[in-house]
């Protein structure tokens, strides 16, 4: 089974600060990992995603994620930050041997202040 | 090309109804997926299709029932309405799994059970 954790319920950050995002995932198989942004009262948008190659994954808006396979991590960043990316930011993993059950983790609330 | 459109946006049960939540999309997608979205939760997988008339059991399927007779629509149904059953449900869709493309999320249907 898979699990995804998010250590960070919330991240206030000022506006024009770098912000990272941690994300930790477990899984006895290889897995597939995303990352999800929820803009207040809307559905869920795809930010990145890491499938294979290179670890460093540039994804829309600005933002990153590295794949860091020994510490089973993918965590978001972004070097400066605007207000428009207040949001909730969601993790996830789709396993190798499962290619439809997308697990997500609890999600991170992003607030930017000016 | 409206994506996925889900109605009703809001709902309000008393324990023990019945009611279908409607999930629609027009972009020919093979896969699509029902999820529940509660506080400090994430999103979790309730069900889902890798194509008309083929359903499969997500992570907290009980008290749910789906079907899919056209590739277009994929309702969700609760026989007899929980308080446990009080959520965000959201529907997505993609051309393939997670994996391959994108996946569209609709707005979202808030559901409470009194």
């Known amino acids: 089974a898979q699990s995804v954790t998010q250590l960070d319920s919330q991240v206030p950050v000022f506006e024009e600060a770098p912000v990272e995002l941690r994300c930790n995932y477990s899984?006895?198989?290889?897995?597939?990992l995303f990352w999800y942004v929820q803009y207040p009262n809307q559905g869920l948008q795809l930010l990145l995603k890491?499938?294979?190659?290179?670890?460093l994954v540039k994804g829309i808006n600005g933002f990153e994620a590295e794949f860091n396979k020994s510490q089973t991590s993918f965590h978001l960043r972004k070097p400066s930050v605007h207000i428009s990316d207040t949001a909730e930011y969601f993790c996830a993993v789709l396993s190798m041997d499962s290619s439809y059950k997308l697990i997500f983790g609890s999600g991170t609330r992003l607030l930017v202040r000016p | 090309n409206a994506g996925v459109t889900q109605t009703p946006k809001f709902q309000v049960l008393k324990t023990g109804q019945s009611m279908t939540l409607q999930c629609a999309q027009d972009m020919n997608h093979e896969y699509m997926s029902w999820y529940r979205q509660d506080p400090g939760m994430g999103l979790r997988l309730i069900h889902y299709?890798?194509?008309?008339?083929?359903?499969d059991q997500g992570e907290v399927p009980n008290g749910y029932n789906v079907s899919r007779s056209t590739t277009e629509d994929f309702p969700l149904r609760l026989l007899s309405a929980a308080p446990s059953q009080t959520s965000v449900y959201f529907c997505?869709?993609?051309?393939?799994?997670?994996?391959?493309?994108?996946?569209?999320f609709g707005q979202g249907t808030r559901l409470t059970v009194v």
């Open positions: 997505a869709s993609s051309r393939q799994g997670p994996k391959n493309t994108e996946a569209f």
């Open positions: 890491y499938l294979s190659g290179s670890t």
């Open positions: 899984s006895s198989v290889s897995v597939y």
């Open positions: 299709s890798v194509g008309a008339g083929i359903t």
